[in-house]
């Protein structure tokens, strides 16, 4: 970084005026004036707020309306990313606020769906406040930095300043004008980061939390402490799904060994949704002197950069197999009939409890106050999901209840975390954040500095179960068919050995440091390397010996294939494997499948069904097909729906082997199974009224919504594989809950597939994101990236499509700019921003 700069010009300064102090004594005195030395001031200590709270910030937005924000303080530099965020985004982070402050229900009624009966909206509410993320935030304010601090405290102010200076006209038509876009504090702003950690664990828990009362007691009572009846269905809670807008990434640290240029590189991978709360925003930062870094962050990140680079190193980040959470088996003293009570260390132990309220609208101008109780052990809260979890006696005749520790709650670390790994001045540094802190929530983090130092581990907050204790839960058949029937970590929750002592530390973590590559495709970190396996870790981190997924078997391979340079990879290199749209299961079965096709000929397939299908226009198609994922690819439907039929019955000869896990399973077992699942999808393309041979573009799209959540009508033909045929570069339609309540429309998705026959293929709304392929030179970092679906989330704004035509035209990427002299070089417009501190 530039503080490397400070440090040289320092050294010069001492070494001239060594050499003006030895003239001088020698009887030089022609002259009493020294030499005119233009040298900088040494560095001060970075700044946290603002001097005398007069916030100021330089904001130069670039091409694809980037901005990059500069100030002489954090706290001003948060001012200045808070205000330009809101520009782009701002209905997003208010959605958010309101959600995580448990205010839906004061808004918008109860119901996510009004009038369904749903409840969603008091589910959510009492859900958040029974995890107490607002009462976190409060207590944990002050015991983060003060940089972190000062970053709360300056977004909140320039996230403020556009509410108030922007006339409703020019805001997001999506949210303008309503209550529930308002002035928010550092502690929304630290809220919401609470909440934020807990999307891949605890947040998922609202309904099983709501339901989590004894038998005899109901719900939710009124205000006055009558109880409540709700049109709302307990059954329909189930287990819930952790990852359920199913967050991926791809990632590569390229080592000096790799490298053409002996340095580091790296390629970002983000897979998330292109809606809602996990959007990516990009932008640049600097405080002369201490911190410059260009990438992308996370909705309501105030002003870190959680993918990214700087002058000398550069990170990316993708979602983990560890278990952020366990659920504890209590074990009710049945001396106590209230069933309040449970065992611990053979001693009876009162639950405690918190009444919660919440204001609910019940009409356009009337409300309601409703209370629920909170039931928790020394374990964390009481949760309920019928029939599998209940609160009563369960399928073992024990009377039983159950709690949800997660060890994000709470988590202090996120900013400094980050702020850390964007201060990194090589891996060492960079590692060192992972020893003070444990932030990066539920990621892998792969980086590489600029002499090619790669390093993988998985930061994720794992709770920690001591060793000896899940060596007794191993040994456990009890324990181990709950946890295999749940599909979610069950431990004991009559032993206090089972409570989690904080998080894994780091030396106890996943970690690998390479000069050749670490990479991660969301499988777990045991092959992160195949050369150097990691194994010996906790349970609670991921499988080892597993059998690969297709997406991470395909950056394996390509990473195997090496590069266009004596077997290294230039960057070119890189962006060809970022966006080059190769699918694993199409290199791997296509020759075999044509074979099978060609055996078939025009006989009938005969199906389960007794029907007969002739499957001549599915293997047409597959004999045009190039065995790539792009707009001109025909055929390439037809083989992504043969991928969904062949992924519910994999026929491979050659079954999976763990000592060969990047090359088996393989080889396609050519028989009536798989003619079948060609038929299968044949049908469903001909059902929809589409042709099997139709080229990709025609039939794959982004579509954005209207304001009112209604179709835009404009549909940009789009390149990019699927994880189901085992592409890297991945996009797919996530119908599903997208994290907020802004309108959009959503078509409904044929059985067994992402078709749907309403939108006419595929309607993209999830996939790579924030990407980039990056190299250190000598003359500093050199990138390329994009962010597939445009910076602003505001239909007014210039910058709302503009990246997203540019990679529908053709896949591509563009230059990233980072010294200052590029960024004034591609600048198409400046605001000199000020304001006063919220402090």
């Known amino acids: 970084m530039e503080n490397n700069l400070f440090k040289r010009n320092l050294l010069t300064s001492l070494m001239l005026s060594s050499t003006v102090f030895v003239l001088a004594a020698c009887g030089d005195s022609s002259s009493d004036t020294p030499p005119d030395i233009s040298v900088p001031p040494p560095p001060t200590d970075l700044v946290a707020f603002a001097p005398s709270g007069e916030l100021s910030a330089d904001i130069t937005y670039t091409d694809y309306g980037v901005p990059y924000v500069k100030a002489d303080n954090m706290e001003s530099l948060g001012f200045g990313v808070g205000f330009a965020f809101a520009q782009d985004n701002l209905c997003i982070l208010a959605d958010q606020v309101v959600k995580f402050n448990s205010q839906r229900a004061l808004y918008f009624g109860p119901d996510a769906v009004p009038g369904s009966g749903d409840s969603e909206n008091l589910l959510t509410d009492f859900g958040f406040l029974t995890l107490g993320i607002r009462a976190n935030a409060e207590a944990g304010f002050e015991q983060i930095s003060e940089n972190a601090q000062a ?37 929304d702003v630290m809220t919401y980061a609470q909440g934020v950690a807990l999307l891949p664990g605890a947040a998922n828990f609202t309904g099983p939390l709501f339901l989590g009362v004894p038998n005899n007691q109901t719900f939710v009572t009124s205000e006055s402490g009558e109880p409540l009846a709700l049109n709302f269905d307990a059954s329909s809670v189930g287990i819930p799904d952790t990852n359920p807008t199913e967050a991926g990434s791809n990632g590569w640290a390229i080592g000096s060994d790799l490298s053409a240029t002996d340095k580091g590189m790296l390629i970002a991978n983000p ?58 088996r209590l074990t009710l003293d049945p001396e106590d009939e209230t069933g309040t009570s ?28 409703m209370r629920k109780t909170s039931y928790y052990s020394e374990f964390g809260p009481v949760i309920v999901i019928p029939n599998a979890l209940p609160w009563g006696t369960d399928q073992t005749g024990q009377d039983v209840a159950f709690a949800l520790h997660d060890a994000n709650l709470p988590n202090y670390d996120l900013f400094d975390h980050w702020l850390g790994m964007n201060m990194a001045e090589d891996i060492a540094a960079y590692k060192q954040t992972f020893v003070d802190f444990t932030g990066t929530v539920f990621n892998n983090a792969m980086a590489v500095d600029a002499d090619g130092n790669a390093f993988f581990t998985d930061g994720s907050s794992v709770p920690n179960i001591l060793p000896e204790a899940l060596a007794q839960w191993a040994e456990d058949p009890l324990y181990q068919a709950l946890t295999q029937q749940a599909e979610l970590f069950i431990f004991p929750g009559d032993d206090s050995a089972f409570i989690p002592q904080g998080t894994v530390p780091f030396e106890q973590a996943p970690q690998l440091e390479r000069t050749d590559f670490v990479q991660n495709s969301n499988d777990s970190f045991w092959l992160t390397n195949p050369a150097a396996p990691i194994d010996g870790l906790s349970p609670l981190w991921g499988p080892v010996g597993n059998q690969q997924s297709l997406r991470s078997r395909l950056g394996q391979k390509m990473l195997a294939e090496g590069g266009s340079v004596d077997g290294r990879f230039n960057r070119a290199d890189l962006v060809d494997r970022l966006i080059g749209n190769r699918t694993f299961l199409g290199e791997a079965v296509l020759t075999d499948l044509l074979a099978l096709c060609e ?24 004999a045009l097909w190039d065995g790539r994922m792009n707009r001109a690819s025909r055929g390439a439907m037809m083989f992504r729906e043969f991928a969904f039929e062949f992924n519910r019955a994999p026929q491979w000869q050659v079954a999976y082997d763990p000592e060969l896990p990047t090359t088996t399973p393989n080889t ?40 009112n959540g209604t179709a835009s009508g404009v549909k940009l033909p789009w390149a990019g594989a699927h994880n189901i045929e085992g592409g890297f570069n991945v996009f797919r339609s996530n119908m599903g809950n997208d994290g907020t309540l802004l309108p959009r429309h959503r078509y409904p998705l044929l059985p067994g597939s992402d078709l749907s026959a309403d939108a006419g293929g595929y309607h993209i709304t999830y996939g790579s994101s924030w990407m980039f392929a990056m190299e250190f030179t000598d003359e500093g970092p050199q990138a390329e990236g994009l962010l597939t679906y445009s910076q602003s989330g505001n239909v007014l704004s210039d910058h709302t499509l503009d990246q997203t035509m540019l990679y529908s035209a053709e896949p591509q990427l563009r230059p990233l700019h980072f010294t200052n002299e590029d960024i004034e070089a591609n600048a198409t417009s400046t605001l000199n921003l000020s304001g006063s501190s919220l402090r």
């Open 151 to 187: 970053l709360l405290t300056g977004y909140a102010a320039g996230y403020n300043k556009y509410i108030n200076e922007t006339e409703t006209a020019d805001m997001d038509p999506a949210c303008a004008g309503q209550p529930w876009v308002q002035e928010i504090t550092p502690l």
């Open 271 to 328: 897979h998330f949704p292109h809606t809602g709360n996990q959007r990516f925003w990009q932008f640049g930062i600097e405080v002369p002197g201490h911190l410059k870094v260009v990438g992308g962050s996370l909705s309501g990140m105030p002003g870190i950069i959680n993918i990214g680079f700087n002058e000398n190193v550069a990170w990316t980040h993708t979602f983990s197999t560890a278990s952020r959470f366990t659920i504890h």
């Open 342 to 369: 449970y065992m611990l260390d053979g001693e009876s132990v009162p639950m405690t409890t918190k009444t919660h309220e919440i204001r609910v609208a019940t009409g356009p101008d009337s409300f309601m106050t």
């Open 599 to 622: 055996s078939q000929g025009a006989t009938p397939v005969d199906m389960p069904d007794s029907s007969q299908v002739v499957i001549t226009p599915a293997c047409d198609a597959l």
């Open 668 to 707: 396609l077992a050519a028989n009536n199974t798989v003619l079948q699942q060609l038929a299968t999808a044949q049908q469903r393309i001909v059902d929809a009224g589409l042709d099997p041979a139709a080229t990709l573009g025609s039939v794959q799209f982004v579509e954005r919504s209207n304001p």
